[in-house]
Every structure is written in C-alpha cells, then in structure tokens.
C-alpha cells in the first residue's frame, strides 16, 4: 500500500457533515486484531474480541482500517466515543491528547518504513480503565519489544497497569524516531562533504529532498512534545505518579528529536549558502579566465588592426621580415601577459 505523509492526506468526511459519523474507507489496510491479556502470573494471546477483566491489564491492537464492522463492535463493547472513533479512520490527525472521561485518547505519528522520503502512519490509542486499545494505519509496527516484555514473565511491565503500557508504547513510538534521524544525518554529512570538496547543480534538490523530510518529521514530532506536556500535568486521573516519572523521560527524549531536527535544519539552510556560494565563485573563475584571455588579445587585436589598414605607404609591408617580427612580437606580448598573470596568481590558481 502506498504510503502518504500527513499532511498531503485528504480529509475523508465531507465539509459540514455531522460529527461523530465515521466510515472506514475501503482501500484502506485490511483489519487484523490481535488481544493481550496479562497479569503478574498469566499472559494470554487471542485473535477475538476479548472482555477486559477486573484483575488483568488487556492490550488490544488493531492493524488496518478497513473493516467497518469489526471497528464498530470494538467501539461498541470498550464505550469508544464517536468523535473519537472519527479521528480514528480520518487520518489527517495530528499527535494530541483527549479526555473523554471513559478513555483518554491519544493520536502518534509514528514512523514506517519507505522507499525515499521520510513516511509515517497514525497510531489512535485508548487508554482506559485497566484496558489500552490501539489502532494502526498499516500492518508492521515498533510495538515489538513491548510485545516481547509483556511475554517475558518476569518483566516488570506484567506487573504494572494500563497506564505504564500506554506509556511503554508512546516511548517505543518517539525512541523509533532516532534512528531515522541517524540515517538522515549521515545522509547529510554525506551531502554537506560533497558540497564543500565540489558544488554540483544537482546538490540543490538534494538539499531541498531533505529539508522536505525535515518538515515532515518536525511535523510529527513537535506536537508530541506538546501531547506529552500535556500528559505530564495530568492530575492523577489517568497515570499514576510513579508511571508520570517514566513520561518525564520520555518527553525528555521528544525534546533530544527536537533538538537534533532543528540541528540539521541549521546544516541543511547553511549548505544551501555554501552552495550558492560555490557555484558563484565557480561562475567568477569562468569570468577571470575569460577576462585574462580578453586582456591578452588586446594588444594582439591593436597590432593587427595597425598592420591591417590599407595605407599604400607602409615601408614595413614590404619588408623581407617583416611578419616573421610581428608574428615573434605578438607571441612574446601574449606569452609575457599570460606569465605575468601567472605569477600575480590571476590565471592557473596559484596564489
């Protein structure tokens, strides 16, 4: 499936339609469900819509949103709201956070894998009581080392609540950023050398191909700072004190992408300069040159134009030696001009 950034996405309802209606779209990923159940001393794995329970912690995660009933049960049996449910299958939405009194609902962006550009596809999660449900765009997520926490049966996670796991996951989500971020610095390293030891016309779109990219991520990531902001100052409704510590750390690492996006923003707009810069001193050498060659052929140009006038009393046209002299003259003026430019470092680059 073709992958899209958010912000190229269209809206799917149309202007003015009611709120809270909701309709998966069919061309979207086909819908899998996989369920976790666990506690201390039990972990259960099921591919059907399972109750939550009193005395265990239930993970469901839905891949693909393409079925409409499937989401609708989902909706109906955990009391997801309709708007929320909205912003689930319209994926034009930016990271954020809402209370709605059952759940909290939080919307990611997350990173995917992608031939080129930078891509990522949106992850709705609902936090509730004793509960976490999440729903993703494509199949393939980051979720994988939680999954294999939550299997290991002496992981601290298996003692802990919903909340701490809706922690875990956002965690995954902003820490799978670095990498990305790591390959696109090497990428620009790998620019900005070859910038400076050679300006090429075609740097210029390479250079533009990666201030797209960190548009995209800034977009991404820059609101999840600010979603965990907002989680941080939560009251105690929906994370304990002890798991708040964790989203401390975790905002903290929102904070590092910052920094490291807006670095590379700074390298990227300054080789766009040194670009510039290059292919204008290229331009001015061309001119010099070009110049010094001009500057040579001007007394060349006068002595030919004296010897080309059609005066008949000119003792020197009928002169035995006369050309072979003024053909040695021109070729020592030509030939001293060029070594003088030469030695004042106008012409063969020295300096």
Request: charged content about 25%; some cysteine.
């Amino acid at each position: 499936m073709k992958r899209t950034s958010s912000y190229t996405r269209k809206r799917r309802n149309a202007p003015g339609s009611p709120p809270g209606r909701w309709a998966t779209d069919p061309a979207a990923a086909e819908s899998h469900l996989h369920a976790m159940r666990y506690s201390t001393s039990a972990l259960e794995e099921i591919d059907t819509l399972p109750q939550s329970t009193d005395d265990s912690t239930l993970w469901l995660n839905v891949d693909g949103l393409r079925d409409q009933a499937l989401l609708s049960q989902i909706a109906s049996s955990y009391g997801l709201h309709p708007l929320a449910m909205e912003d689930v299958v319209n994926l034009h939405q930016r990271p954020k956070a809402e209370d709605y009194q059952e759940h909290l609902f939080i919307v990611l962006r997350m990173p995917t894998k992608s031939e080129g550009s930078f891509a990522s596809e949106q992850v709705a999660l609902f936090l509730g009581h004793g509960d976490v449900i999440t729903f993703q765009e494509l199949p393939g997520d980051v979720f994988e080392p939680v999954r294999a926490r939550l299997r290991n049966a002496l992981s601290p996670i298996r003692g802990r609540g919903a909340d701490y796991l809706t922690y875990a996951l956002i965690d995954a989500v902003i820490d799978s950023y670095f990498p990305v971020l790591e390959k696109l610095g090497e990428r620009i390293e790998a620019l900005e050398d070859a910038v400076v030891l050679r300006s090429e016309p075609g740097q210029i779109a390479d250079i533009h191909a990666i201030k797209h990219e960190l548009r995209t991520i800034r977009s991404a990531i820059w609101p999840m700072r600010d979603l965990l902001s907002t989680l941080l100052r939560d009251d105690g409704a929906w994370f304990s004190e002890q798991t708040r510590l964790y989203l401390r750390d975790c905002h903290d690492h929102a904070f590092q992408l910052i920094d490291m996006v807006e670095t590379y923003r700074d390298i990227t707009s300054g080789l766009v300069d040194i670009h510039l810069s290059s292919q204008s001193n290229r331009m001015n050498e061309v001119m010099q040159v070009l110049t010094l060659i001009a500057t040579i052929f001007i007394p060349l140009t006068f002595i030919v134009g004296v010897y080309g006038m059609n005066f008949v009393d000119m003792p020197e046209l009928q002169w035995r030696w006369g050309y072979p002299v003024v053909m040695a003259v021109m070729t020592a003026i030509g030939v001293g001009l060029a070594l003088w430019f030469r030695a004042k470092g106008w012409l063969g680059g020295r300096r």
